[in-house]
């Protein structure tokens, strides 16, 4: 139906205006979400044998007569022309034209938007693990073999690819986009389809897709819907970020139905998210079963020297110095260079910093200190082409510095509230409230501004879609920018604040980065996020409560964590072979703080974390006994640094462990 026969249809069917307002309300304003409800509620009132043959009589009543047809002849659709061959070249063509175009430029350095390199020239292969269902197994698995995945022996037609931000999960999808357009993979394929969750609002595939065309190829939305609905076997369905898709998946979204195994059922379909937003998946036990489950995990060690080599390209010098500067650190190695955007932050400061800001690099520990010191980076850079005199006339450059660090703050204000709605995507005029900070983000290079191209008829109905967009280079920079304004709330807006952190502390897992960023701004902050988190006394929480504590990088604030967990956690600390990179160097940071009787080690550790264990082991009076082994093969001892023994062996003397 045309949008405009809703309220006609509804009104026969018995609906009040009222009700049918409401129907458009909760499905923020689609009248498809709406119609599809608003059918749903009606068929409730009415026999399941006369639904066709009264709503075929209604629809007739309003004069919708070949819809009427359609419906008693249950081929609804059919009154939609079909594309033909050329249609669905041209669709091809015109779709891969977008696809390099959008997604396989790639500009790895934020400060020069000209900068754009082809796509094969960047690409590093990335670690991939499928999972044993049912298990905590994983298997490395080849990118060549992602979609020949098998559960219980055949080939699931839905996968989801599961990763923390920024491990290279768009970037997966852009590489699958690259190789069907060069016939390098996906050939059994006529058409992908890659949509990127953050920027789907209401629209349906075809909707979204649509956008892709240029205005004189005249296909409609709805012709490409049922093509692609029509012809499931041809067509890879990729949709990009589950985690910035702003509907539950069990609405009536036209996507959400196709993530919930309710539509396109015999279509492929490959989804990623971040894991918080996977449960949603894997706590439904039929779509656990429809599923496969895969892991991206970033740069293996190889690979990071490729992208490093890649990046530097053909200054062989610069990336040699940086990969030995990556393994001489293991805290940036093992918690940061293994994800794509922090080894390209890390590529774009080693490429313009030398001396004294080299040195500042070698002591990041954290992905807030990196974050802030790129953001620093980036306003320095952008002093540096304002017109400032050379003698700096009463401290001009400290206050254009505030100037900015305040119109960031302005856009952290909407970057919040954009998390909070599960939306990265803004217009200009959102931005009213705060004159100037759209360009100063701009100019920074924490924002980017762009405009759709749409169809002629698409802004006809839709005047917003031609209102330039603007988003963050990536979710974390919203994340980080939310952090900012999130803490300075604290002493500017006490209630504000304690009325934000109620909803974020409430989903933890969800604004994971959000809660590192925020903590890491001040003490005061670290140590009520802290409170708040303690207070809930979940087991799932031990880990998350220390990964936020080394986040702060506050001793107050580290203390805190381990007086709890002293009193409330058991007095064995397990480095589990499991645990992230960041979990053990935040558990390492609060062990000289916290009462620990014994130590099991079945992880192996980089050369600063073995030397902090042989450090505590030899020096405190805890633990008493301390065991290292593999967590399934206790006849393996697991790898430790060199120096992790040579500490132990200078100083057995002064060991307290029994």
């Known amino acids: 139906m045309d949008p405009s026969d809703f309220k006609k249809l ?3 069917l018995g609906f009040s205006n009222a009700q049918l307002n409401r129907f458009k309300e909760d499905n923020t304003g689609s009248t498809m979400l709406a119609s599809y409800k608003m059918l749903c509620e009606w068929l409730k009132t009415v026999s399941n044998a006369e639904a066709r043959d009264i709503l075929s009589d209604k629809l007739r009543g309003v004069n919708l007569v070949q819809l009427a047809d359609s419906v008693q002849k249950a081929h609804v659709g059919d009154h939609i022309t079909s594309l033909t061959k050329e249609e669905v070249q041209r669709v091809i063509t015109d779709i891969q034209t977008y696809y390099r175009i959008h997604h396989c430029q790639i500009q790895a350095d934020p400060l020069n938007s000209e900068l754009l390199i082809q796509f094969d020239r960047i690409f ?4 991939l693990m499928e999972e044993d269902k049912g298990t905590k197994n994983k298997t490395p698995l080849l990118y060549k073999d992602l979609l020949k995945t098998k559960v219980n022996g055949i080939y699931p037609k839905r996968l989801l690819v599961e990763g923390e931000g920024g491990v290279g999960k768009t970037t997966l999808c852009a590489k699958i986009a690259w190789d069907w357009i060069h016939k390098t993979g996906y050939n059994e394929f006529r058409l992908v389809l890659l949509v990127l969750l953050r920027e789907a609002g209401n629209q349906t595939v075809g909707q979204i897709v649509k956008s892709y065309l240029p205005d004189d190829n005249p296909v409609t939305d709805k012709q490409l819907d049922k093509y692609f609905l029509s012809n499931q076997n041809d067509v890879l369905l990729v949709l990009d970020g589950l985690d910035e898709f702003a509907h539950d998946v069990e609405s009536f979204h036209q996507i959400a139905l196709i993530t919930f195994n309710r539509l396109f059922m015999s279509g492929k379909v490959l989804i990623t998210s971040r894991r918080w937003r996977s449960g949603e998946i894997r706590k439904n036990a039929s779509l ?21 080599e890649k990046f530097f390209h053909p200054d062989k010098t610069s990336s040699e110095d940086l990969d030995q500067f990556i393994s001489s650190n293991d805290v940036i190695r093992e918690n940061m260079a293994p994800y794509p955007i922090y080894t390209a932050m890390l590529c774009i400061m080693w490429k313009e910093f030398d001396g004294e800001r080299r040195v500042a690099m070698s002591k990041l520990q954290t992905f807030s200190q990196l974050f802030s010191e790129m953001v620093n980076f980036l306003v320095d850079h952008c002093l540096s082409k304002l017109d400032i005199s050379s003698n700096n006339v009463d401290g001009e450059m400290e206050r254009k510095r505030k100037e900015i660090l305040f119109h960031l703050t302005n856009i952290g204000c909407l970057a919040l509230q954009g998390l909070r709605e599960r939306r990265l995507v803004f217009t200009e005029g959102e931005f009213q409230n705060f004159p100037g900070s759209v360009d100063i983000g701009c100019k920074v290079g924490v924002l980017t501004k762009q405009t759709q191209i749409f169809s002629l008829r698409t802004r006809r109905q839709h005047s917003q879609y031609a209102a330039p967009s603007v988003q963050f280079p990536h979710k974390l920079f919203q994340e980080y920018l939310s952090g900012m304004y999130l803490a300075s709330l604290y002493n500017s807006n006490r ?16 604004y994971r980065e959000l809660l590192y960023f925020t903590v890491a701004q001040q003490k005061e902050v670290g140590l009520d996020v802290i409170s708040q988190l303690t207070e809930r006394r979940q087991s799932w929480l031990v880990d998350f409560i220390v990964d936020v504590a080394y986040e ?3 001793k107050g604030v580290a203390k805190a964590v381990a007086d709890h967990l002293s009193t409330s956690s058991s007095k064995t600390l397990e480095i589990t072979e499991e645990m992230q990179a960041h979990t053990v160097s935040g558990h390492i940071s609060i062990i000289q703080y916290r009462q620990v009787d014994n130590m099991v080690i079945s992880r192996s550790c980089g050369r600063t974390a073995s030397e902090d264990l042989a450090e505590f082991i030899c020096s405190s009076p805890t633990p008493k006994s301390i065991k290292i082994q593999k967590d399934r093969d206790d006849s393996a001892p697991i790898s430790m640094h060199d120096v992790f023994y040579s500490v132990l062996a200078g100083k057995t003397h002064d060991s307290k462990v029994g």
């Open 495 to 510: 209630s504000e604040y304690d009325w934000l952190m109620k909803g974020i502390i409430g989903n933890a897992r969800e």
């Open 124 to 127: 590093t292969n990335l670690t």
């Open 10 to 12: 509804g009104l026969a």
């Open 288 to 308: 656990r079963k429809a599923y496969a489950f895969i892991a991206v995990e970033g740069f293996s060690a190889k690979n990071l020297s490729s992208y490093i």
């Open 552 to 554: 702060s990088q506050d």
